[in-house]
């Protein structure tokens, strides 16, 4: 007998500790998809074990070797409903017929065969362990890539390496002079089948374990990028916030040259009205309109930002005041053709420019870009004027028509 009843009982506390492990974890986590299939896989091997041990009887042998074949197919179904979006080899009701043709003939070999049959009925009972295990092995072998590549592959080695261990040891009886009758052909197979579902146990809770915290961190680390990204915009004209657009614009005034910079503020003309006479509702949608116009005339290199309110500022990196008007010039271009097919009235923006000088901030820079925007209002609205000199004393550039003015 390959297998004493000490070591079958070894088995199955084995088998236990492994699948209560696995319980514990998926009942204090998220239950992702494939962690009932495994769980399945694992608690009905470890009552093929405690079978094996505690019934050694014909009948407990006949029930118990279902239940130690089943391992590698239902832990394939839970596979694919774990990462049911990517293509496996194979299909679910594959596995399914195979599973139940494996456990029938498991099933009725230990009822219908006699003791006194030779050791070739032995056979097709290890010849259907080994159809079962080496399918599913090939299947996890070529699973989908990814992260849980090396992790599956892992377990189909294991599934590989321990289909053979029932046919061995049927051979190694043979061969140590057991005799050649059932009993003793069947008792190896058996002993092995059980030693070889509870190492498959423990390669499978380990997996599982590993697939569920890989899941898990990679989870973890998409909701913080995405809480990065939603800390770092504006939540309705999804354009970055104040805090973010300073965090990249000092980034950008520490690469560039000294004072290759335009920083440009502006808003909304007479955007109180809108929300007065349409509401709110149509002042957010005037706001991201005006946020759709800077980012489909904005290079990738440069900056935008809400600024609160209407105001928005932009920092267009490596470029002249000159420039900065023809860009200007263009989003209220782009945003009275967008406002054409909204129920909005027509809208103009007023601009206020600063070529950043080296050495100044971007607060110095702002507060300068206020005066010409202060500036543009004056004049008349929906224009664009260019401050130089100092913040004391700001001189103001002749100011250039952008659009029409609102009716």
């Given amino acids: 007998m390959l297998a004493s009843t000490d070591l079958l009982l070894f088995a199955t506390v084995a088998q236990t500790a492994a699948a209560a492990s696995l319980t514990a974890v998926g009942l204090r986590r998220d239950r ?50 774990f990462n049911p979006r990517r293509r496996w080899p194979g299909r679910w009701w594959v596995d399914a017929v195979l599973l139940a043709s494996a456990s029938l003939v498991a099933l009725g070999a230990g009822w219908l065969l006699p003791p006194s049959a030779t050791t070739s009925a032995t056979w097709p009972v290890v010849a259907c362990g080994l159809a079962v295990h080496l399918y599913a092995a090939a299947v996890m072998f070529n699973g989908p890539a990814g992260g849980d590549a090396a992790p599956v592959n892992f377990l189909g080695a294991t599934v590989a390496l321990l289909a053979f261990a029932p046919g061995l040891a049927v051979l190694a009886t043979d061969f140590a002079g057991a005799g050649p009758s059932a009993v003793a052909a069947a008792q190896a197979a058996h002993g092995a089948r059980v030693l070889a579902a509870t190492l498959g146990a423990i390669v499978l809770s380990f997996t599982a374990l590993t697939l569920l915290y890989e899941r898990t961190e990679r989870q973890l680390r998409e909701s913080r990028r995405r809480l990065r990204l939603l800390a770092n915009l504006d939540a309705l004209t999804q354009v970055p916030n104040r805090r973010r657009f300073a965090e990249l614009a000092n980034h950008a005034l520490r690469t560039d040259p000294p004072g290759s910079a335009v ?33 489909e005339h904005l290079r990738t290199m440069d900056a935008a930002g809400r600024h609160g309110g209407d105001e928005f500022v932009l920092l267009l990196r490596r470029t002249t005041t000159e420039a900065a008007m023809g860009v200007a010039a263009r989003i209220v271009a782009e945003l009275q053709k967008r406002t054409q097919s909204t129920p909005l009235p027509p809208m103009s923006l007023s601009f206020g420019l600063v070529q950043l000088r080296a050495g100044e901030d971007i607060d110095a820079a702002l507060r300068r870009a206020d005066q010409a925007l202060y500036e543009a209002k004056r004049q008349g609205r929906s224009r664009a004027v260019s401050a130089s000199g100092d913040e004391s004393h700001p001189v103001f550039s002749e100011s250039k028509r952008l659009g029409l003015l609102p009716v």
């Fill in 32 to 81: 992702h998809p494939g962690w009932r299939w495994w769980l399945t896989a694992l608690w009905l091997s470890t009552l093929g074990a405690a079978l094996a041990a505690l019934a050694p009887g014909a009948w407990g042998h006949a029930l118990a070797a279902p239940l130690l074949l089943q391992w590698p197919l239902v832990t394939l179904m839970g596979l694919r409903r």
């Fill in 263 to 295: 920083l440009l503020l502006f808003d909304i003309d007479h955007f109180k009205q809108i929300n007065d006479r349409l509401g709110h509702p149509a002042g957010d949608r005037a706001l991201c309109l005006v946020a759709g116009s800077v980012l």
